[in-house]
Structures are given as structure tokens and as C-alpha cells.
């Protein structure tokens, strides 16, 4: 063209005007180096341009190396990801309150400063920034938590591990080491250690309800391990060792109600049962509770002396032979009970709505 043979003949107009041609790839493929050589010989009255392309090529450049580090470190994840065999599940210790900061110290964690807390459940994890709410305050309690999305998260004896849905972030929470030292420099990659602080357990949250919801989701992680391999009255001997106080083999109304009062804090912390409109916490187990014993009192009661025992709750099963496949059906029944009980959302609604 025109505009080549006058740059080629030293034009310094048209040296200036192909550099911008080829900077912004205008009848020209687009050529950085080729531009900024042609600005360069337009001389001064093109150093205005030239700074501007000058800074062009570093903005890109910086942009081409961050993505470069972005793809490296998603890579660093995925290898990671491939390493993982979630073949264990977590023990019942770690079932628990936690606290955690990103200061990684005990001591200052367990000050109060900047710490989370941290609910480990046997199939759910909740977290929410330390003192950020009271049950005292506000009747949504299910509110409070963040929950960790339960598709994502992977249970290990040490270490429970949050993989993002794109698979491009992992979360590690661990109990006394890491899972990955070796990604502590990759942004794509956080942990946080636990600790159990039980200086900050005084709080009025922990003692009216998360205590008794952590002990019954205890009870629900062994129940579901005796299941496996257990005869039905096994399994269900499980629940009723808890709820029997007194130890007599039977359970009373008032340690029906005391199981029930278990029951109603355990979802209303997994945020199973919406209170917010109808009643608080800790008003609701005094209401409910007793509604379910009285309710379980009517149905398996056969003799009418104010107790139930393992023969009543068992007597339609009770001559089935261990290892029949009935009695096999019945087993993954009361599995598939305990896994219905902890996605007990639709139900725990319903169960409402009958008593109110």
C-alpha cells in the first residue's frame, strides 16, 4: 500500500500511522514487536503512542503470566484431586464443635480473635465467624450457619477436604496436619486448622442446643455403623440405650420426651426444621418434644403401662430369622431410615404442620 512505500521511504507520518496498524492489527496482522519498531523510527512527535504501546505490551504480558499461574495452579489442583481415595469416614471424635483461624495458632484461636466456629457433623460441616449471633437474638437459628455443600465434601480421619464443583479450589480442614503441604503457595488452595477450645464452648448457643444436636448426631454416626452388619434389633437397641436413662430396659414418657427434645435440636441445627415463623429453638423442644413422646406412647404402647421396650417396638419382627432376606430388608431399611432422617427437610415441615 501507499502507507508502506512512504514508511519505507522514511515518511514519518506513515512510519507512526502502519506502527498503529500493526499495534491494533488494522489491515495487518497484529504485530507488538513490528509496531513498536516503526513508532520508534516515527521519532518524537510519536512518543505519545509509543509510551501507550509500551504499556500495552506490559499490561498484556502480566496478563498472559497470570493466566499462565492460574492454569499451573489448577493443574496443581487437579493432580491433587486425582491423589485423593475417599475410603475411610471421619471418626466419631472428630464429631464436634471446632474453632479455626487463619493465624493457625492455638492460643490465639482459642482467644476469640478473628476465630470461626466450625460444627462437624458425620455427614455436614457448618461454619460462621465466632459471637456473630445468638439463639437469644433471633428465632432463625438454621440462619446462623454456613453450610459446606455436602456433594463436595470428602471425610477423612484427619482431614475433611471441600473440592469446589469445577474442581478449581480446595478447601482443607484438618485436624493436625495438612493434606497438601505441598500446595500451601498455590492461591487456589486454603486450610484452616481446628481446635477445640473449650474455654469458648460457655456460650449460650452451645449449651441450650448445639451440645445435644453434636451428642445425637454421634448416636446417628454409630447407628448407622451397627446397621451394616447387625440383626434389626441391634440396630434399633442402639437408640433405645440412649433414650433409657434409667436403665430399666423400657422408656418412659418423660425419656421418650428427653429423646424427642434430641431429635428436635438435632434438626433444628442441620436446619431441618424452618422455627423462624412459629417459635424458637429452644421453645420448640419444650412444645414438640413432648407431642412426639406422647406420639410414640400411643402407637407402641400395647399394654397401656406407660412405657415402650424393645419387644413392643418389635413385636411385628420379632419371630424373623436373622438371616432371612426379609430381615436383610429390614436392615437396609433402618439404613435408609437414618439416611432419610438426616435429609429430613420435607418431612420435619410435615411434621410441623400435623401438630400445629
Known sequence: SWISKSAEQGNTWALGQLGLMYQNGYGVSKDYNQAFTLLTNAGKDWDKELQALELLIKEEAEAEAKKKAEEAAKAEIYQAIDKIENLKTIPANRIGKWYGSYD??????????????????HDQVMSRVLDEYSIIDSYGYSNY???????????????????????????????????????ESNPRYSNLKLFQCNNLNNQIDFILLESDAIKFDKLIYSAKNKCQNNKPIDCLREFVDFADVSNNNKLSRAELTRFAKFVVKWLTLRGELQLNERMGATAATMIIAPALAEFILLNYDYDNDEHIDIKE???????????????????????????LFSESKINASRMLDDLF
Open 104 to 121: 493457625e495458632s492455638e492460643t490465639e484461636t482459642c482467644s476469640g480473635s478473628d476465630t470461626y466456629e466450625i460444627i462437624v457433623l
Open 145 to 183: 450457619y454456613v453450610d459446606f455443600p455436602d456433594s463436595t465434601l470428602h471425610f477423612f480421619p484427619n482431614n475433611i477436604i471441600q473440592i469446589y464443583d469445577d474442581q478449581s479450589k480446595i478447601d482443607d480442614l484438618y485436624f493436625e496436619t495438612s493434606m497438601f503441604p505441598e500446595l
Open 313 to 339: 417396638m418389635t413385636f411385628d419382627i420379632a419371630n424373623i430369622s436373622s438371616n432371612s432376606e426379609l430381615s436383610n430388608k429390614i436392615i437396609r431399611g433402618y439404613i435408609e431410615a437414618l439416611d
